[in-house]
């Protein structure tokens, strides 16, 4: 079966940091593209940031460019989004995304919640 399930979000005041984690299972985690998506209250989806099978190509939306940081650990079949200066406008729920051709994996999010 598989499975993304995030972790590591909250409550955090303005210019605070979370790191989100998505644990993968069931599927080849190296071999995929991920991604990081968001969902602000009454707005659609929101790509935000993607990390290709190696972690060495990166890139990001440029409202999070220079604030976020995702990274992947193979290893331990694990996507990450480090969040840093967070604003109240990033509030929002997070989701991971698995892509590999007509593979298309989603987690079921995790609350983002910026605010004092």
């Known amino acids: 079966e598989v499975q993304l399930v995030e972790s590591g979000g909250g409550l955090v005041q303005p210019g605070g940091s979370l790191r989100l984690s998505c644990a993968a299972s069931?599927?080849?985690?190296?071999?995929?593209?991920m991604s990081w998506v968001r969902q602000a209250p009454g707005k659609g989806l929101q790509w935000i940031s993607a990390?290709?099978?190696?972690?060495?190509?990166?890139i990001y939306t440029d409202s999070v460019k220079g604030r976020f940081t995702i990274s992947r650990d193979n290893a331990k079949n694990t996507l990450y989004l480090q969040m840093d200066s967070l604003k109240p406008e990033d509030t929002a729920v997070y989701y991971c995304?698995?892509?590999?051709?007509?593979?298309?994996?989603w987690g079921q999010g995790v609350q983002v919640t910026v605010s004092s």
């Open positions: 995304n698995a892509r590999l051709l007509s593979r298309d994996y």
């Open positions: 069931g599927f080849t985690f190296s071999n995929y593209v």
């Open positions: 990390i290709d099978q190696s972690g060495g190509t990166t």
